[in-house]
């Protein structure tokens, strides 16, 4: 294919993208070399300044000379943003575009997540070995200290593929020393020529009471009128007072609520709502909303998308939302320079870089000319300490996560799961991480620095506990229990310890048997947080807190909680919004709490089979029970297609309530009954008359359930 120069890549994409000229990031791309050779870049520019730009110059070059593109996210929500910007690409032929991709050599570009990357490039390598050029995205996200890790070992593994790379992003300091990592030319662009000039200043509540400082910090943002905002919150239940606190403050609703109440039917298949979503909906009506990892997924994303399309004005939202799809807005706060840190169960303050990444959100062309940053100060150490450091902007040094023992101890294994099982194939994937190359700086100037003893301690570690042995000269084979754990941590990508599938395995061995009671829920609950409903703040239950206090257990919090109301609730169809009231808990979460807890049942499956205990029916049920949300009796039901736990819960109640009563008197479970029922009635009778009619089944389904009874019966149509 005949090359074309670098100057007709430029007028093709200012065509194709519809602008007069390269901006001052794309433009000094340009003349710093970017089309010139394959060498690796890393573009640091303020938001809106061009850095998507700079990478789709050289992808353009890369598409019209024949070669395949990976473009990398950290989250899953910015793919779809990515693929939008990129359709032009697309309706013009140029590209074909795969988004989270099942057939990888399908198009000229995929577009995936820093994860789903690493496991392709590590279990299936010819599939990204194609690749001339990968774009990676958001590289700030080396500085969180739990999605760092997956993004250092991406880029490690691209380093090994020889791969050119193009790193963006909006903050990062230390860019020389990332450049030398990645041997790339650095483009920095200053802050004060982002396109839309951002305003940091700050909110001083110092003087108010602590009482009153919500309504104060509310009045505040009312006055300046300054919306769309982004508030972001440190905590779940701050979102929310919050939100409510600006609700009382607004008079007027500016939205019908039983507009938002439909969407909310639509989008959760129910009507009725928990507490929690009841408030949501209330705040809606005034143009208000919070969002956090308490609401149902589906709720999110409805949030998301108003305020993207200019129906909310005050949005307060925990940290997460700053990773999340591109939210521009005209205002972003920072409600509180501290956050909780699991890691040292302490109050922390919140670094400089994430402040600099939220307000990046703020000051759009669409709002105006100008965006507005600010930062509430709650104490007067706050002013003289915290504020000056994030007005000044100077973000902290990256330091390479990997070091962390359970990072470095999951890699190893990964590496292991993925067939490089010696220990020079594992010491040459660490040799080419950001965590050697930091360390070898920093202490060859004081002592070697032993990589090499380093792995060796891990490894031992590793044997010790389980996970991997020795055979030798082929290196290190995965056993039963670390195959079980790599699989599960692969399929979620969840920041997991390995200590809590030590204790799994633990637990089946001190039982000897597969279990299937409200003991097996509790210990998943207890160890893993991921599958963990979170309890409502200042709220307690009497009947869970007297259930444990009989277990002897004195202390109850989101794991017991979570079981109770998984166990006792979920799995006996209750409704989401009689789960919250009675026992406590955030139910909007149960979907993906569940969902999460099935593949951690799985787990317990298999590694139970590794030691060849049976698995009993009452366990399979229990899987079903739980992925469902259903009683026993109700699981037959939810297994035909479009059956779930709202109509099983009405055929169950109508089984109850009708056919048990006079004048059938039938008896048993459901589906006892209604194969007594098709007995007595026929199958006409059995549809026309009786199912068809219950709430949410129909003609179509109730043919499915006859068909269901008359197998049951050793009927064959």
């Excluded at 994860?115 to 500085?143: C, I, M, N």
């Excluded at 501290?338 to 670094?351: C, E, G, I, L």
């Excluded at 009786?690 to 149509?717: D, M, N, Y």
Aim: charged share 25%; aromatic share 12%; net charge neutral.
């Amino acid at each position: 294919m005949m090359a074309i120069g670098k100057e007709d890549i430029v007028k093709e994409l200012l065509t194709l993208k519809g602008w007069e000229k390269l901006n001052i990031t794309e433009q000094k791309a340009f003349d710093e070399g970017l089309l010139d050779s394959n060498r690796n870049f890393v573009v640091v520019a303020p938001t809106a300044s061009g850095k998507t730009g700079v990478a789709e110059l050289a992808m353009l070059q890369t598409l019209k000379a024949g070669g395949r593109i990976a473009y990398l996210v950290p989250m899953k929500p910015l793919i779809s943003d990515k693929e939008r910007e990129l359709l032009y690409l697309k309706q013009n032929r140029i590209a074909g575009i795969d988004a989270m991709p099942r057939d990888w050599d399908a198009a000229n570009i995929v577009i995936t997540t820093f994860e789903l990357f690493y496991r392709t490039a590590l279990t299936a390598r010819h599939h990204v070995e194609g690749f001339k050029l990968v774009v990676s995205d958001e590289l700030h996200v080396l500085y969180d200290p739990l999605r760092g890790f997956n993004l250092e070992k991406v880029i490690t593994i691209l380093k090994e593929l020889n791969l050119r790379i193009i790193c963006l992003s909006a903050t990062f300091e230390d860019k020389n020393e990332i450049g030398e990592w990645l041997d790339a030319k650095v483009i920095e662009i200053p802050k004060e020529l982002r396109v839309v000039p951002l305003k940091h200043d700050f909110i001083d509540l110092s003087k108010v009471s602590p009482t009153q400082q919500n309504r104060a910090f509310c009045e505040f943002l009312l006055e300046k009128a300054q919306h769309p905002y982004i508030v972001f919150c440190t905590t779940r239940d701050y979102t929310k007072s919050q939100a409510l606190e600006m609700c009382q403050l607004i008079q007027k609703s500016s939205v019908n609520i039983n507009d938002i109440a439909k969407a909310f039917e639509r989008e959760l298949g129910r009507q009725q709502f928990t507490d929690l979503e009841e408030t949501l909906c209330n705040c809606l009506c005034k143009k208000v909303a919070f969002h956090h990892s308490g609401l149902d997924p589906r709720l999110r994303t409805l949030v998301e998308n108003l305020f993207l399309n200019g129906e909310i004005d005050y949005l307060f939202a925990t940290t997460g939302l700053a990773y999340g799809i591109n939210f521009p807005a005209k205002t972003v706060v920072l409600s509180d320079v501290t956050f909780y840190d699991p890691n040292t169960r302490s109050r922390v303050s919140v670094p400089v870089y994430m402040y600099i990444q939220m307000a990046g959100r703020a000051g759009r062309p669409q709002f105006g000319t100008e965006g507005y940053a600010y930062i509430a100060a709650k104490r007067i150490e706050e002013l003289t300490s915290k504020i000056p450091q994030y007005l000044d902007g100077k973000i902290e040094k990256a330091y390479s996560h990997i070091a962390r023992d359970e990072f470095f101890r999951k890699a190893i294994l990964e590496l292991i799961y993925s067939g490089r099982c010696t220990d020079a194939q594992i010491l040459g994937f660490f040799e080419k991480t950001f965590y050697n190359f930091q360390s070898r700086k920093v202490m060859g100037a004081f002592m070697p620095f032993d990589l090499f003893g380093i792995i060796g301690r891990h490894v031992k570690y590793l044997c010790d506990a389980g996970f991997i042995t020795y055979l030798g000269a082929p290196g290190y084979k995965l056993t039963d229990l670390g195959q079980v754990t790599l699989r599960f941590l692969f399929s979620t990508f969840a920041p997991y310890e390995l200590t809590p599938f030590l204790e799994l395995n633990k637990y089946l061995d001190d039982e000897g048997r597969v279990t299937f009671d409200f003991d097996l829920i509790y210990t998943l609950s207890c160890l893993f947080e991921g599958a963990r409903l979170t309890k409502i703040p200042r709220e307690t239950s009497q009947q869970i807190e007297d259930y444990y206090e009989t277990r002897g257990v004195t202390h109850c919090g989101h794991a017991e909680y979570s079981a109770y109301a998984v166990f006792f609730g979920w799995i006996k169809n209750m409704e989401e919004y009689q789960i919250e009231r009675e026992f406590k808990v955030y139910a909007s979460q149960l979907p993906q709490i569940t969902e999460e807890l099935d593949k951690l049942l799985l787990v317990y499956e298999l590694l139970a089979r590794a030691k060849n205990f049976v698995i009993p029916p009452e366990f399979k049920i229990l899987r079903d029970r739980v992925r469902k949300g259903v009683r026993t009796e109700e699981v037959p039901f939810v297994k035909l297609k479009g059956i779930g736990r709202i109509t099983a819960r009405n055929l169950y109640e109508y089984c109850k309530n009708v056919l048990s009563k006079a004048p059938h008197r039938y008896s048993g479970t459901p589906l006892d009954i209604l194969k007594t029922l098709y007995k007595d009635t026929g199958e006409d009778n059995f549809i026309r008359v009786h199912v068809k009619f219950i709430p949410g089944i129909g003609e179509e389904k109730a043919k499915r359930i006859l068909e269901l009874v008359k197998k049951s019966l050793g009927i064959t149509s």
